[in-house]
């Protein structure tokens, strides 16, 4: 037998081990996280557990559909996506010259950097550097969860809006970055090299070449982003950052469950109504 042949089989054999390996370790793991995170399914087929469901489930019914409370959550249904708007619009501003710097392809290398010297000169190594930065601010802004950042805004700012506004935008703009940066990488050079011929500079090249070809998925995962901020604005008022979560957690707090039950559902049309929104703006692209 060749010595080729063998070194075929020998890969062929690890690659016929790994996923066991892997199904084992996840199994693993799997059992040891259901054991260390308590899970209890049983809980729910109890006798206190039942009774504690059901209390909730039956103080939920009849919703409250009062005059006085509905006209009393129209301003914080507004705030809900007003917070939404202006948090997205943050992480835009944020996320979008930061995704560009944290692409290799725009800030040091490829076509739009071919004609300069390709050496380890004081710019290329500021570009380099710019793009290390811009990347390590991504994670930073990414790593830490907009319910984290809500707690320390509202420490810096206080209650009220402004600080679920800036937590969604911070968050958001790691998020956006760092996915904007994956579609300017993923972009089609030969249109950019057919723009180049022609004698265009670098600012034509983005802007007639670079950027038609990204804006479809940039606006479509901006919309889903925002969809996404109509959640989590309702989830940064449980920390005092306004909107419906804050009036959420008043229900909670006072065993109101008809009127959260009511809450619900006004997010519920929040999300579907930002949904059918972001659908329609996507098939205008």
């Keep these: 037998m060749s010595p080729r042949f063998?070194?075929?089989?020998?890969?062929?054999?690890?690659?016929?081990?790994?996923?066991?390996?892997?199904?084992?370790?996840?199994?693993?793991?799997?059992?040891?996280?259901?054991?260390?995170?308590?899970?209890?399914?049983?809980?729910?087929?109890?006798?206190?557990?039942?009774?504690?469901?059901?209390?909730?489930?039956?103080?939920?019914y009849p919703p409250e559909l009062s005059r006085?409370?509905?006209?009393?959550?129209?301003?914080?249904?507004?705030?809900?996506?007003?917070?939404?708007?202006?948090?997205?619009?943050?992480?835009?501003?944020?996320?979008?010259?930061?995704?560009?710097?944290?692409?290799?392809t725009f800030s040091f290398q490829g076509i739009l950097h071919e004609t300069?010297?390709?050496?380890?000169?004081?710019?290329?190594?500021?570009?380099?550097?710019?793009?290390?930065?811009?990347?390590?601010?991504?994670s930073l802004f990414r790593c830490i969860p907009e319910f984290v950042w809500a707690f320390m805004f509202v420490r810096a700012v206080g209650l009220g809006p402004f600080p679920g506004v800036l937590a969604i935008g911070v968050a958001y703009g790691g998020m956006l970055g760092k996915v904007y940066s994956e579609i300017f990488e993923s972009v089609n050079e030969?249109?950019?090299?057919?723009?180049?011929?022609?004698?265009?500079?670098?600012?034509?090249?983005?802007?007639?070449?670079?950027?038609?070809?990204?804006?479809?998925?940039?606006?479509?995962?901006?919309?889903?982003?925002?969809?996404?901020?109509?959640?989590?604005?309702?989830?940064?008022?449980l920390v005092g950052a306004g909107g419906i979560g804050q009036q959420i957690?008043?229900?909670i707090r006072m065993f109101n469950f008809h009127e959260v039950s009511t809450l619900l559902a006004i997010l519920f049309t929040l999300v579907a109504g930002a949904d059918y929104v972001s659908a329609k703006v996507r098939s205008l692209l």
């Design 68 to 104: 006085d409370f509905l006209e009393l959550m129209i301003r914080p249904t507004l705030e809900t996506i007003q917070i939404s708007v202006m948090g997205t619009l943050i992480a835009v501003l944020i996320g979008f010259p930061l995704g560009l710097l944290a692409t290799s």
């Design 190 to 237: 030969r249109p950019l090299e057919a723009i180049q011929s022609t004698g265009a500079g670098r600012l034509q090249i983005f802007f007639y070449g670079w950027f038609p070809q990204v804006l479809p998925n940039i606006t479509s995962y901006t919309l889903y982003r925002w969809e996404c901020a109509v959640r989590t604005s309702a989830i940064l008022g």
């Design 6 to 60: 063998n070194s075929r089989t020998d890969t062929l054999g690890s690659r016929s081990i790994f996923p066991y390996v892997f199904g084992g370790l996840f199994l693993l793991l799997l059992v040891d996280s259901w054991r260390r995170a308590e899970v209890n399914l049983g809980f729910f087929f109890e006798a206190q557990g039942r009774e504690h469901v059901w209390k909730f489930v039956t103080g939920m």
């Design 249 to 251: 957690e008043i229900s």
């Design 116 to 138: 300069e010297y390709r050496g380890f000169g004081v710019r290329h190594g500021l570009k380099v550097c710019l793009y290390g930065l811009a990347r390590a601010l991504l």
